[in-house]
C-alpha cells in the first residue's frame, strides 16, 4: 500500500485564491482526519470524518475552511479566501476501525505558504 | 473533553544519554496510548503504543509504560543517538463512539555527538 497520499506537497498561493488540498486514505480505513501543524501553535485537529461523515469539525478555524469527503478514498480541505495566517503544513491521517490500539497513519502533509 | 500534556521543549542531549518524555493524560473510558516521531520535513510516524494498563510499547530501544493510576505514558530510552533527532508527540485515542486522535503539543529533541 502506498500510504496516505497528499497533495500537492508544496503549495504558494496569494492573499485572496482559493486553495485546494487533497488526500487519499488507506484503501480499507474508515476514519479520516485534517490536522494543521505550525509552530505557534503546534498540531490541531481541524475535521474528523468517520465513514465520510464529518463526526467533529469544531476545530475548523472559520467559515474560510470547509471539507468534504465525497466518498471513502477521497478528501478536500478547501480555504477561500486564503489569508498569510494559513501559511502552515496540513496533515492529512487514516485509521481503520479494527481495533482500540490501531494507529493512524499519516500522508507527508502540504506546506501551504500564502503571501 | 480529552486532552494529552507533554513536558516543555526543546531538549537537547549529548550522545549516549538517558532520555525521559513525560506525558500525561486526560481521557474518559480506557484510551489507548501512542508515541509519534516526526522527523524533519516528514510526516508523523508510529514509533510505539500501548493498549491497556501496565502495558509497555517498545521500538526502536524507546520504551514506554501505562500507568492508569498516574495516567502517565512517559518516553524513555537509554541511550540516545543523533538520528533520534526529531519531534516526538505523545497521543490518544478514546475508547468511546468518537475514537478522535488527540496529540500533545510535541516535544523537540535534539542529540548531540
Known amino acids: 500500500d502506498a500510504g496516505v497520499i497528499q497533495s500537492p506537497r508544496h503549495e504558494v498561493t496569494e492573499m485572496g485564491q482559493e486553495v485546494t488540498l487533497r488526500c487519499k486514505p488507506i484503501s480499507g480505513h474508515n476514519s479520516l482526519f485534517w490536522y494543521r501543524q505550525t509552530m505557534m501553535r503546534g498540531l490541531e485537529l481541524l475535521i474528523y470524518f468517520n465513514n465520510n461523515v464529518p463526526i467533529d469539525d469544531s476545530g475548523m478555524p472559520e467559515d474560510r475552511f470547509s471539507a468534504k469527503m465525497p466518498n471513502a478514498s477521497f478528501s478536500t480541505l478547501k480555504i477561500q479566501p486564503s489569508e498569510p495566517r494559513d501559511s502552515a503544513v496540513y496533515f492529512c491521517a487514516s485509521r481503520p476501525e479494527t481495533g482500540r490500539g490501531t494507529e493512524a497513519f499519516f500522508g507527508q502533509g502540504t506546506r501551504l505558504t500564502v503571501v | 473533553g480529552n486532552s494529552v500534556t507533554q513536558m516543555e521543549g526543546p531538549v537537547t542531549l549529548s550522545e549516549e544519554a538517558f532520555l525521559t518524555i513525560n506525558c500525561t493524560y486526560t481521557?474518559?473510558?480506557?484510551?489507548?496510548l501512542f508515541w509519534y516521531v516526526q522527523y524533519p520535513g516528514e510526516g508523523l510516524q508510529l514509533l510505539l503504543k500501548a493498549t491497556k494498563a501496565d502495558d509497555k510499547g517498545s521500538n526502536k530501544g524507546f520504551e514506554a509504560t501505562y500507568r492508569k493510576e498516574t495516567t502517565s505514558f512517559h518516553l524513555e530510552k537509554g541511550s540516545v543517538q543523533v538520528s533520534d533527532s526529531a519531534v516526538y508527540f505523545c497521543?490518544?485515542?478514546?475508547?468511546?463512539?468518537?475514537?478522535?486522535?488527540?496529540f500533545g503539543s510535541g516535544t523537540q529533541l535534539t542529540v548531540l555527538p
Open positions: 497521543a490518544l485515542i478514546s475508547s468511546g463512539s468518537a475514537r478522535q486522535l488527540t
Open positions: 481521557a474518559t473510558g480506557y484510551p489507548s
